[in-house]
């Protein structure tokens, strides 16, 4: 690696603006220097202020913010008071910048190839010919295929793989020195994560500098050389990648590493701290002895197909069939567009298969009559990956839970109910007065669980429901939906695309590609002994930290 010093930030400190002239103090005294071809990580939990310090590089930390530093330089050139012409001249040509979401960054309704052509335009590089031809270049740079043909697509017609490539494409078209990656494969797939990594490697290799934040540490062992952790705007932790991954000293980086889950921390917590559930919470809800040894739900060759543009009809469920047993976790797993989203819908009879059949407890669901449907419909809850979009954005979480008690069990005293269901997810009766959008995404989640439980069901389908999370939240959910299906004899049908989190929960495994189940098991059969192709090329592309060898050196200090 060159010496060449990029960046150099001292005692960086950033306050946004509060209420009544107040101030709040974002980040304090951040220290930290980047090299050309150099990576450096900025770790950390969602307001930890890794983002906010990122933003300040490139002059977006928004209006009401205050931005000081003893030394804020880009290659010896001062970063401080500069005007808004001055930060979009620069934002593209020296700094690029690529956000997490590819389809809310990029306009929907323009190509892929015009968005990037105007980030070349509004810095006057080239003619139009040689802009085009530029477009080309960068697309074919981070490795989309058929350049020209994409070009013309717009972002709706893409790939999540392939928007978060167009999106790096346009950031890194004037081959700038830096690139922030603002968690670049948060949510991805495991192999379109895997292709966003090697397109990011590559640009490392040929000098340029990359800040990676991310709050996934297999993905920042990928890639970092040095790596920051940062916890409340302070940095608590630095040093080497494998000095901070191996060796951690600060707590909270410990905490951060014991929360990932994965094949070693199966039948363990997660989190040091012992359940918020009360052991006494409510009577497993179904009968227990001989009849828990048969399916509590049932997948018989159920084949799904959408009517596609100009009429032609996809097939995107083939032929899967599948059994989930009472105080089971049957996992998942397959990248976007797999099908395992549509299997969910069917199972929640949210769908209707076109052949093929779902059972409950032996009897028709799938296709058994609207009163029969009615019986069985609160015996399964489900509990989805965003849950504000799932709420009744003018309910408090009294009404939602109340709802959902009078739909299990009209006969209880709800507002006890609901206080009992809160505790049990380790909220509390303060809480049911709040609105979820002004709760965080630990807890909105929580209020989600408790919903999906209010009606004593049987079966949990949990579509993504941890995807969004911080690590360390993310653990406080598993842990919890852990402590619930012991205490409860709840199924899981558990829907993600997060190896790590599919083997941690999951007793069996069913693998899908498009729309096929193309291998199942018991969870260690299926990661330790793949029979498949494709699960051994998921499995090949997840990014894994030595967790072993790194438990152990946590422990030993």
Known sequence: MTSRKILEVRGLNVWFAGEHGTRKQVVKDVNFELYAGQCVALVGESGSGKSVTARSLVGLTGEGSTVDAQTLELEGQSLLGRSDAWWRSLRGSKIGFILQDALVSLDPLRPVGKEIGEALSLHGWGDRATRQQKVLDALADVGVPEPALRAQQRPGELSGGLRQRALIASAIALHPDIVIADEPTTALDVTVQAQVLEVLRQMLRRGTS??????????????ADVILVMQGGTIVEAGTSDDVLSRPKHPYTQQLIDAIPSEHTKGTRLTRSGSHATPTLFAPSAPQGKEDTHPVLEARHIVKSFRGPGGTRRTVVKDVSFTLKRGETLGIV??????KSTVARIALSLETPDSGDVRFRGQPWSDATPAAKRAIRRRISVVYQDPLSSFDPRWR????????IALGDPGRDVDARAVELLEAVGLNASHLHQWPLRMSGGQRQRVAIARAIATNPEVIVLDEAVSALDVSIQAQILDLLSD?????????LFISHDLGVIHHMSDRVLVMQNGIAVEQGTADEVFYNPRHSYTQELLGSLPRLEYARLRQAVSAE
């Open 210 to 223: 990359v800040i990676l934040i991310s709050h996934d540490l297999a993905v920042v062992a990928k890639l």
């Open 334 to 339: 397959g990248e976007s567009g797999s099908g």
């Open 397 to 404: 979480v009294s009404r939602i839970l109340t709802d959902a």
């Open 484 to 492: 619930l299906q012991t205490r409860l004899g709840v199924s899981y």
